[in-house]
């Protein structure tokens, strides 16, 4: 038999369509309140469909303030698949490489505070001489380099300053260290694509001069809105590789 669909699935398609038919860019939401009155359905409903929509990446939600239309769309083409994973099945990297049996290690890890790169600054919302954390990892499997990551994190995060000095360690995973400071990351937005490693990236991963790897460039979202890591990743493909599973939820 084919299940009914789920009331929030139901009202996050209408609420879809609504933005399609009247709203642009930047424009604010109704309220909860008015859109169940809308749409006959309660503010809990509501509530989680709107939830969807933000991991989707069409709306923004600003605490205490309302739910806006997205600026800046996900892009989306032949060549660009999204792809949405939640985030309670996201652990430590390391541990998942080690629950699979395999040895992770780090072979370099260097954290650096710098003032913010042009091509982070935006995302992260500070400005060219705002400073952040640029934290570089290597990471091995059964000795093997597999994985380069370049964290950028802000100097300081919920008023705190951010200890990125401890992601030198291979068993500090960087969203529990975020949450220990009173955040949590509630949602990744990442884009893959394939490029040549530059010279840095090659000598890390043991490769030569302009060899293919997978690039992700992600960003981790917190429970309050913003943008807390910028990451960019890259993946010696014949060590490493991705297995993705598509669900459907209870």
Same mark, same amino acid.
């Given at each position: 038999?084919?299940?009914? &669909?789920?009331?929030?699935?139901?009202?996050?398609?209408?609420?879809?369509?609504?933005?399609?038919?009247?709203?642009?860019? =930047?424009?604010?939401?109704?309220?909860?309140?008015?859109?169940?009155?809308?749409?006959? /359905?309660?503010? +809990?409903? *509501?509530?989680?469909?709107?939830?969807?929509?933000?991991?989707?990446?069409?709306?923004?939600?600003?605490?205490?303030?309302?739910?806006? *239309?997205?600026?800046?769309?996900?892009?989306?083409? %032949?060549?660009?698949?999204?792809?949405?994973?939640?985030?309670?099945?996201?652990?430590?990297?390391?541990?998942?490489?080690?629950?699979?049996?395999?040895t992770?290690?780090?072979?370099?890890?260097?954290?650096?505070?710098?003032?913010?790169?042009?091509? +982070? $600054?935006?995302?992260? =919302? @500070?400005?060219?001489?705002?400073? #952040?954390?640029? #934290?570089?990892r290597?990471?091995?499997?059964d000795?093997? &380099?597999?994985?380069?990551?370049?964290?950028?994190?802000? $100097?300081?995060?919920?008023?705190?300053? !951010? &200890?990125?000095?401890?992601?030198?360690?291979?068993?500090?995973?960087?969203?529990? @260290?975020?949450?220990?400071? =009173?955040?949590? *990351?509630?949602?990744?937005?990442a884009?893959?694509?394939?490029?040549?490693?530059?010279?840095?990236?090659?000598?890390?991963?043991?490769? &030569?001069? =302009?060899?293919? *790897?997978?690039? %992700?460039?992600?960003?981790?979202?917190a429970?309050?809105?913003? #943008?807390? /890591?910028?990451?960019?990743?890259?993946?010696?493909?014949?060590? !490493?590789?991705?297995m993705? +599973?598509?669900? #459907?939820g209870?």
């Open positions: 038999m084919i299940k009914p &669909p789920k009331r929030a699935a139901t009202a996050a398609q209408m609420i879809r369509q609504f933005i399609a038919d009247e709203l642009q860019a =930047g424009d604010q939401l109704p309220s909860e309140a008015e859109f169940a009155r809308r749409l006959g /359905v309660s503010r +809990v409903t *509501v509530r989680e469909a709107l939830g969807h929509l933000w991991v989707e990446g069409l709306v923004t939600r600003r605490w205490g303030v309302g739910t806006f *239309v997205r600026d800046t769309p996900p892009p989306r083409g %032949a060549a660009v698949t999204n792809i949405f994973v939640d985030i309670a099945d996201v652990g430590s990297l390391p541990h998942k490489i080690e629950s699979a049996g395999h992770p290690a780090l072979s370099h890890a260097q954290a650096d505070r710098i003032p913010c790169p042009d091509e +982070v $600054a935006a995302e992260l =919302g @500070l400005g060219p001489a705002d400073p #952040v954390w640029r #934290v570089e290597c990471l091995t499997i000795g093997a &380099p597999a994985i380069v990551l370049r964290d950028h994190i802000p $100097a300081s995060l919920n008023g705190v300053d !951010f &200890p990125a000095d401890r992601l030198t360690d291979l068993n500090v995973d960087l969203p529990g @260290l975020i949450q220990r400071i =009173g955040l949590r *990351v509630v949602r990744d937005e884009r893959l694509d394939a490029v040549a490693a530059d010279e840095d990236i090659a000598r890390l991963l043991g490769l &030569p001069d =302009g060899a293919p *790897v997978l690039h %992700a460039h992600q960003t981790s979202h429970n309050t809105g913003e #943008v807390v /890591v910028s990451t960019y990743s890259y993946y010696r493909s014949d060590v !490493f590789t991705f993705l +599973v598509r669900t #459907v209870s």
